[in-house]
């Protein structure tokens, strides 16, 4: 009942009022300055919250009596209905009806901060706490235009309320474009300035909201929200700091976007982000790197981040117990990997241990497939011997010999041991340590996985390591044969590139000794060659399977 006492409060003193204490003229009577029907409707609510000790949906009585109250054009009364409909909305979990919502949306629009303040937090309230449908209702009663204008109020509490209802409205798919049409961007921007922390978070959350659509992002950058939002990272406030970053890492998707941001104080934004990276909050951390890997899909951004001392703030994220945290790191790390140059500063900050610790987390299978792709970045940067010295290889081949790797990891996996094939040192390793298990890993791969990069990468390797004329028995033994899965890779209606690549595999095993040039003319891939040096395919095509057969014919 002491939640209720400030309404009960209100409904009293209109009761207590409802005759006036001077003399009428007429026959010395009093005479009521309420009319029956609003005195009566006021008895009603009070005794409605007089006896309700846990309030639910009013009854279509006390609807009624509400909604006169609401509808009359005594600002007392207007108070009174807006307190009345701010405490039945904190408590009410059913769905609010159309009448309620409009009673609640007229009174937004009565110029006086008491009634805005009340009617504001209720219709915050019957959005935030009531169910999904609720925000339907808000939308088609007309709520939105009210409620932007209310952004304006010189009210910071009525600001507050306004502001959390867009947030919440917000989150409905429906309704985040419509709220950018109405105009809210410009008075969302303004209040995330706000010294207010509450209206400050409301803005920043709101702001984050609208940016899952393509058009609304387009929009933000047109109208100057960007540097608000960077800005905004030298917030205090955790919450602030995790809407902004995430809302940054939402429009930094695309490139001219990241432009726009980058763009903002001489790209002040990638020292801001560093800087949050000591938070105490997961969640702050985990959106910072978000943002950073979407900045870092730019070659520029990804060079800045490592020379303003990016990486050692990372190291300790990437070693977060939090699965997501790791896994954001994980993914800003794989991102600035990419540039050339870079790999020799990874190596410098001892990410290599790390890097196995999340290859090897099976249960993390996207830390492991950011990790895998890393780590192929940095193969390709001839990195490779201290890649065999950190053990990630024999991860890696054993997550490609297991059952239960996942295509995406598959494709960063197979991708990189294609590179280290490539290496004399890597493959000698490789072959010392699995030899034929390692060749038929990658035929079974190559012939059986449903997808194309992990096959593609699979034949790509086991032409890398047909360059070794040591290599050429345990491929001509192996089962499945991989004689078999090249001819097969030559059939149309095989891709121009998968012919191209079986080709390129067979060659290799071409300029072997003479056993795999006899081995190659009796086998299948004999008449294929045939069938591709006479036929209508790319003249590169055709010139390799012509340089094959002539290799073939040449006994040394």
């Known amino acids: 009942m002491q939640r209720q006492s400030k309404e009960m409060r209100s409904l009293r003193k209109l009761c207590c009022c409802c005759f006036g204490a001077g003399r009428g003229k007429e026959e010395g009577m009093y005479h009521p300055l309420l009319p029956d029907e609003e005195r009566q409707a006021i008895n009603d609510l009070l005794q409605f919250f007089r006896t309700s000790v846990d309030i639910g949906q009013p009854s279509e009585e006390q609807m009624r009596s509400l909604l006169y109250v609401s509808y009359s054009e005594r600002v007392d009364l207007q108070r009174t209905a807006g307190l009345c409909f701010a405490e039945i909305s904190d408590r009410m979990r059913g769905e609010a009806t159309m009448e309620m919502v409009e009673a609640v949306v007229s009174l937004l629009q009565i110029f006086d901060a008491e009634v805005q303040q009340a009617s504001s937090l209720a219709l915050s309230n019957l959005a935030l706490k009531g169910p999904t449908a609720n ?5 088609q009663a007309g709520g939105l235009r009210p409620l932007i204008s209310l952004l304006s109020s010189s009210n910071v509490d009525v600001q507050c309320n306004a502001c959390g209802c867009i947030t919440t409205l917000a989150t409905s798919e429906a309704n985040k474009r419509a709220i950018v049409e109405h105009g ?8 995330a300035k706000s010294s207010d922390a509450r209206v400050q978070r409301n803005a920043a959350g709101a702001l984050l909201n609208v940016t899952h659509v393509a058009s609304n992002r387009e929009d933000m950058v047109r109208n100057g929200v960007v540097p608000v939002l960077v800005d905004l990272l030298n917030s205090q406030d955790r919450d602030v700091q995790y809407y902004t970053a995430a809302a940054l890492s939402n429009i930094a998707v695309k490139e001219d976007h990241r432009a726009a941001i980058m763009a903002v104080s001489n790209g002040s934004v990638l020292q801001l982000l560093l800087n949050l990276l000591t938070s105490s909050s ?21 060079d800045k981040i490592v020379q303003l001392g990016g990486l050692s703030r990372l190291l300790p994220v990437l070693r977060n117990i939090d699965q997501n945290t790791a896994t ?18 990874f190596i410098r900050e001892k990410y290599l241990p790390e890097l196995c610790v999340l290859l090897s987390k099976d249960q993390w299978r996207d830390a492991q497939c950011h990790a895998a792709g890393t780590l192929r970045n940095l193969a390709a940067e001839k990195q490779i011997l201290p890649l065999l010295d950190s053990g990630c290889v024999q991860i890696m081949m054993n997550l490609l010999e297991s059952p239960h790797t996942t295509d995406l990891i598959l494709a960063e996996v197979s991708a990189a041991i294609a590179i280290f094939c490539s290496s004399e040192d890597a493959l000698a390793n490789m072959m010392s340590k699995r030899g034929k298990g390692l060749v038929r890993s990658l035929a079974i791969k190559a012939k059986d996985n449903l997808d194309v990069e992990v096959r593609y990468n699979c034949v790509g390797a086991l032409g890398h390591l047909a360059m070794q004329k040591s290599t050429h028995q345990i491929i001509f033994d192996c089962d499945p044969s991989i004689l078999q899965l090249l001819n097969t890779l030559m059939q149309p209606p095989q891709e121009v590139a998968f012919i191209h690549l079986a080709l390129w595999a067979l060659q290799q095993l071409a300029n072997g000794g003479a056993d795999a040039k006899q081995k190659l003319r009796i ?24 340089a094959i057969q002539q290799s073939l014919a040449v006994t040394p």
Not at 184 to 191: D, G, Q, V
Not at 282 to 302: F, G, H, T, Y
Not at 524 to 546: P, W
Request: proline fraction near 1%; glycine fraction near 2%; hydrophobic fraction near 40%.
């Open 135 to 139: 925000k339907k209702t808000i939308m």
């Open 328 to 345: 954001a790191a994980v993914a800003a790390v794989r991102n600035i990997s990419i540039h050339d140059g870079n790999a020799a500063h």
């Open 184 to 191: 809210a961007l410009r008075p969302l921007s303004r209040l």
């Open 523 to 546: 086998s299948v891939v004999n008449q294929t060659l045939k069938t591709i040096s006479t036929g209508s395919y790319r003249q590169e095509v055709t010139d390799l399977a012509k």
């Open 282 to 302: 997961n969640k702050v951390k985990s959106q910072v790197c978000l943002a950073m890997r979407n900045l870092a899909s730019d070659d520029a951004n990804q």
